[in-house]
């Protein structure tokens, strides 16, 4: 029965054999490990092994990836968990995660066109889902193209935004990866009945995997806290409604005031500090959120730390991007190659307008992180006009964005709202939520 795992951790063993980590730290960790298994009291002496020694690379794990980068390269190398490391070496709140034993392993797999993929562990909450999975072959995966991604929950598709990372990966044959599902809102489960369907496609073959899973541990509900307070940046009103605190996010529900002459594009320092100046949750990658647009009402979600209990929170953010109204978009004439209306603050140039493209150069918004500056267009009908392309590249200096429009929704002129811009507010603004 647990052979496999026998043998991953004899491999791991001789793998860590070569890692210089310090002796104090494993030992530390060894007699944490043996303490946890002792208090579990397992029948099988097998099994306390087994615990044992998994209590001892968790506890490892989640003290050693962040003081010790040879350490963590050696736990990348474990089958599933280079994503894991990735992770807790950026986010205090995943780690907190692994520590309170909310990640839950699945290793259910399906087999299909000589590819299987394994769902290895997932995280969920009532605001998305965090899916590890494996898919491996006896042929190169390289150009894999990903069709569909979706979550389903007794059956029903949970409505979702998805992403994937898609990293390089050491062999052709193996892809190791994470599925982000953001659901679109908060989710009130029917049961713990899950199941993931992902289509890929290569060399012009698509393959469809369904794998479903039961879970065995409880979904975490949010916490919640209403507070509907208001606070001013440079005359410009936004109310602070709701705070709710998932295991995977924290959700923050803004509105803005109608009157206000600025539209608040992005929060790009919005943080939850302690009693003690500690930042509690704060942006990771950049903010994500979800709305009808930033003139009314929209939901930010930032890194949560669901499983620490201080005294005292609060809110705070600054470095708040922000447009006039008036001037917060560009009025583009893609048959003229014109722009007919844009910024005043000359922060953003122009570079081409092809029959369905603009490029854009601009100073870096945020260091290590290229910020989207449009979701969608609007053509001269009022009807929308998605942008299916965009990439970004640049450097520290500056950084450049090309948007390809979808040709047959254009109607000239198409007006392009930013979602982001590097013109700030001067101020700031701190509200205690408990």
């Known amino acids: 029965m647990f052979e496999k795992e026998e043998q991953m951790l004899e491999e791991t063993k001789k793998r860590l054999e070569k890692v210089e980590v310090p002796e104090q730290l494993v030992n530390d960790a060894i007699q944490q490990g043996l303490l946890q298994a002792k208090n579990k009291k397992l029948k099988r002496k097998k099994k306390l092994w087994a615990f044992s020694v998994a209590a001892i690379l968790l506890l490892t794990f989640v003290t050693s990836i962040r003081v010790?980068?040879?350490?963590?390269?050696?736990?990348?190398?474990?089958?599933?968990?280079?994503?894991?490391?990735?992770?807790?070496?950026?986010?205090?709140?995943?780690?907190?995660?692994?520590?309170?034993?909310?990640?839950?392993?699945?290793?259910?797999?399906?087999?299909?066109?000589?590819?299987?993929?394994?769902?290895?562990?997932?995280?969920?909450?009532?605001?998305?889902?965090?899916?590890?999975?494996?898919?491996?072959?006896?042929?190169?995966?390289?150009?894999?193209d990903y069709q569909v991604v979706k979550v389903f929950n007794d059956g029903h598709e949970l409505v979702a935004s998805v992403g994937y990372d898609l990293p390089d990966q050491e062999t052709a044959n193996r892809i190791v990866d994470k599925f982000s599902f953001v659901f679109g809102e908060t989710e009130q489960f029917t049961s713990k009945n899950f199941e993931i369907q992902f289509d890929v496609e290569q060399d012009n073959k698509t393959t469809s995997f369904n794998v479903p899973f039961t879970l065995k541990k409880e979904i975490k509900p949010g916490k919640i806290y209403t507070l509907n307070e208001t606070v001013e940046i440079e005359g410009q009103q936004i109310k602070v409604k709701k705070i709710k605190i998932y295991p995977l996010r924290v959700a923050v529900t803004l509105e803005f005031n109608k009157q206000n002459k600025?539209?608040?594009?992005?929060?790009?320092?919005?943080?939850?500090?302690?009693?003690?100046?500690?930042?509690?949750?704060?942006?990771?990658?950049?903010?994500?959120?979800?709305?009808?647009?930033?003139?009314?009402?929209?939901?930010?979600?930032?890194?949560?730390?669901?499983?620490?209990?201080?005294?005292?929170?609060?809110?705070?953010?600054?470095?708040?991007?922000?447009?006039?109204?008036?001037?917060?978009?560009?009025?583009?004439?893609?048959?003229?190659?014109?722009?007919?209306?844009?910024?005043?603050h000359g922060k953003i140039e122009v570079l081409n307008i092809g029959d369905n493209t603009i490029e854009l150069k601009y100073y870096p918004i945020r260091e290590n992180y290229m910020y989207t500056l449009f979701s969608q267009g609007e053509n001269a009908k009022g009807e929308i006009v998605d942008i299916p392309g965009q990439s970004n590249h640049g450097n520290d200096k500056e950084q450049f964005s090309i948007n390809t429009l979808d040709e047959k929704d254009i109607i000239n002129p198409v007006r392009l709202d930013f979602i982001a811009y590097p013109n700030y507010l001067d101020g700031s603004a701190s509200i205690q939520i408990k």
């Open 68 to 144: 010790s980068p040879a350490f963590a390269s050696a736990i990348s190398t474990i089958p599933g968990m280079d994503r894991f490391v990735h992770l807790v070496q950026l986010d205090k709140g995943m780690k907190a995660i692994v520590e309170n034993d909310y990640y839950e392993p699945i290793g259910k797999s399906q087999v299909k066109d000589n590819m299987t993929l394994t769902v290895d562990g997932i995280i969920i909450d009532e605001t998305g889902a965090e899916v590890f999975y494996t898919l491996e072959a006896p042929h190169s995966l390289e150009g894999m």
């Open 262 to 344: 600025m539209k608040i594009l992005q929060f790009e320092d919005m943080r939850i500090e302690d009693e003690n100046g500690e930042i509690w949750s704060s942006i990771h990658n950049g903010i994500s959120g979800r709305g009808e647009n930033q003139n009314k009402e929209n939901t930010y979600f930032l890194q949560s730390n669901y499983f620490k209990e201080p005294k005292e929170l609060y809110l705070k953010f600054d470095k708040v991007q922000a447009l006039p109204k008036e001037e917060s978009y560009l009025l583009v004439d893609f048959a003229k190659k014109e722009i007919l209306d844009q910024p005043s």
